[in-house]
């Protein structure tokens, strides 16, 4: 089947847009406004999109208290969304209205960062510091979004529970990171496995997929 996204005619019960582009890494993202009201919500419009300077971006659907939080007061911070929170998670994105906090709404703690205002989930097993760079409304052929808000954001700082290490590395299958699929469904890592770089022009040294 074909069919061009301006109709959106596919037919299909739902739309299938987020279904093939997954999974998709979840920003769960908590700031502090001016006024020191706490927000925590999840994005699955999210990810890493540079290594120097360390860059992540997530995308509101409209100005809301996460994206109109984080620009206010410069900072966010990115809390990783595991198997054993995904309950949490999911409540923390009820449309609960400004001044009400997400931590108390899914029963999470606020832990203290130490470089930016905004709190960090003490349950989280790793968690992003950053102070925003950019934000703004992305293009689309027809100019600016009219509900889009794209922010970015540098990590200044890094916090990782040494619980999800192993031999010095993070260990995903240890942590349980959920990623966002289409529709209402989500997935986990547990098996992960690894694959060296080929250096030869022709790609003749890769080498065999290995646990």
């Not at 709190?119 to 950053?130: D, F, M, N």
Request: charged share 20%; proline share 9%.
């Amino acid at each position: 089947m074909f069919y061009e996204t301006a109709h959106n005619d596919h037919g299909l019960p739902h739309d299938p847009f987020k279904a093939i582009v997954a999974p998709r890494p979840i920003g769960w993202i908590s700031t502090r406004a001016k006024d020191g009201s706490v927000n925590l919500a999840p994005y699955s419009f999210f990810n890493a999109i540079a290594d120097d300077p360390k860059l992540v971006m997530f995308c509101s659907s409209g100005l809301k208290d996460t994206a109109s939080f984080a620009i206010e007061s410069g900072e966010f911070v990115v809390n990783l969304a595991t198997l054993p929170l995904a309950e949490a998670m999911n409540r923390s994105s009820a449309p609960a209205p400004r001044g009400s906090s997400e931590f108390e709404i899914s029963g999470l703690t606020e832990a203290p960062c130490r470089l930016v205002s905004a709190p960090r989930v003490a349950q989280s097993p790793a968690a992003l510091e950053c102070k925003v760079t950019q934000s703004f409304r992305p293009l689309g052929l027809d100019g600016p979004s009219p509900s889009a808000v794209m922010v970015i954001g540098q990590v200044v700082g890094i916090h990782i529970d040494e619980r999800i290490l192993r031999d010095g590395m993070l260990a995903m299958d240890l942590a349980e990171p959920l990623t966002r699929l289409g529709y209402l469904d989500y997935a986990v890592t547990r098996e992960v496995f690894a694959m060296t770089r080929p250096k030869r022009p022709d790609a003749s040294d890769q080498a065999p997929r290995h646990p």
